[in-house]
């Protein structure tokens, strides 16, 4: 008897044809959903007076990380330090003012402002003009 080849059969060659419009469809929702994302992030920034359309938001979302980005290289290290610093201050303020503990508050934003160790460590620091030199041999425990 000789082997016969098969057709493929029907299932087979519709299975895939059915799921790639599914899938091209699934993926098109996840593009306009982020979109639609965007769009609402937008809009409390800009208030335009007529809806945005996809390129619109896209093209404002690009430009908008540009200058995020131009900014962002321009700032030192020691600037960037104090910005955080001072949205760190300002949270932890407003933290403790929710909590209705204000002496704690003004105890708090003293202390950062005005902290006494980096005054010691600073003079302490002058002071010392070479390291200890290790003289005695080092205890091992084996």
């Known amino acids: 008897m000789a082997p016969c ?3 493929p059969t029907r299932e087979k060659t519709e ?14 929702d996840r593009i306009n959903a982020g979109i639609e ?17 996809k390129a619109d938001v896209l093209e404002t979302a690009v430009a908008y990380l540009k200058t995020c980005e131009t900014v962002t290289a321009r700032a030192s290290p020691e600037q960037c330090y104090a910005d955080g610093f001072a949205r760190c201050l300002e949270e ?5 003012t929710l909590q209705s503990r204000v002496e704690t508050c003004k105890h708090v934003v003293g202390h950062v402002m005005h ?5 010691t460590v600073s003079s302490s620091a002058k002071n010392l003009k070479s390291p200890p030199e290790c003289t005695g ?3 091992r425990p084996w």
């Open 137 to 139: 041999v080092v205890w």
């Open 115 to 119: 902290p006494k160790e980096t005054r």
């Open 15 to 28: 299975k895939p044809r059915l799921r790639k419009p599914a899938m091209e469809k699934m993926r098109r």
């Open 5 to 7: 080849a098969r057709a």
């Open 37 to 53: 994302r965007l769009r609402l992030l937008l809009e409390e920034d800009l208030k335009p007076k007529s809806k945005l359309d």
């Open 92 to 96: 932890t303020a407003r933290f403790l």
